[in-house]
């Protein structure tokens, strides 16, 4: 991003700065000076500068030709002035008059002290586009402060750029069941599970039986078998006797 710059008239002289001496010395007409304390040394009172102080612009940046560039702002302390005020270096450099395709620079000052600040760029229909349409000034570093600093272009400056953490590895003892077309958006982990074989069940032995056991076992059974028998006999005759009683009832 661009810093803009607030431009004041004037720069820094490089001979120095500017003394104020002590007290003027006044000559003495009778024989014996009176006694007088030696005058203060010099003291310091400003900076040397070429122009007033005066805010030219609120809202400049640095150019690629080593130059201030500022957007034209009509009615503010930058006003036309005539070409033949710069030397000839100076309009050799700003690259002032007319040229083929339309474009034209004409020099600019303070409107306040008249310093000779740079030129005013209007560009031509056919570099309106490439210049955004709008006119801006082209001010030289020794009329007005801050210093210039270094112009960097945009392809030299560092890019900060943003570093990918790499990847948490996986927690142990731990197997993904992950499907390549699942769409749940995080793996599912599931922890290790060995079965325990289940104890197998082994019937009670049943105690050894002796042949009289076995036969006593048979008994018992036929006995079972012919009480069910004479049972289901004697209800068979007396359904028989009922149903015989019905009829001669009937009769």
Not at 239 to 251: K, L, M
């Amino acid at each position: 991003m661009l810093e803009l710059e607030i431009l004041t008239c004037g720069a820094e002289d490089p001979l120095g700065d500017i003394y104020q001496d002590g007290e003027p010395i006044q000559p003495h007409f009778l024989p014996i000076p009176p006694e007088r304390s030696p005058p203060p040394p010099p003291s310091r009172k400003r900076k040397r500068s070429n122009g007033c102080g005066k805010i030219l612009h609120y809202g400049a940046i640095v150019s690629p030709n080593n130059m201030w560039r500022a957007a034209e702002v009509r009615g503010g302390g930058i006003v036309p002035l005539e070409d033949d005020y710069f030397p000839k270096a100076v309009q050799k450099r700003l690259l002032f008059g007319w040229k083929p395709c339309g474009c034209v620079r004409t020099g600019v000052g303070c409107a306040l002290c008249g310093n000779t600040l740079g030129a005013l760029f209007t560009p031509c229909r056919l570099h309106q586009e490439s210049e955004h349409g709008t006119n801006y000034y082209s001010i030289l570093p020794s009329a007005v402060s801050p210093p210039i600093p270094p112009y960097v272009p945009p392809s030299s400056r560092p890019v900060p750029r943003a570093v990918r953490p790499l990847p948490a590895p996986p927690p142990p003892n731990r197997t993904s069941t992950r499907h390549p077309t699942s769409l749940s958006p995080e793996p599912r982990f599931y922890a290790d599970f060995t079965p325990t074989p289940s104890p197998e069940i082994v019937p009670a032995a049943l105690p050894a039986l002796g042949i009289s056991e076995l036969m006593h076992g048979w008994e018992l059974m036929d006995d079972t078998v012919s009480v069910v028998d004479e049972n289901e006999e004697d209800d068979a005759v007396t359904q028989a006797s009922i149903y015989v009683q019905r009829n001669d009832n009937q009769g």
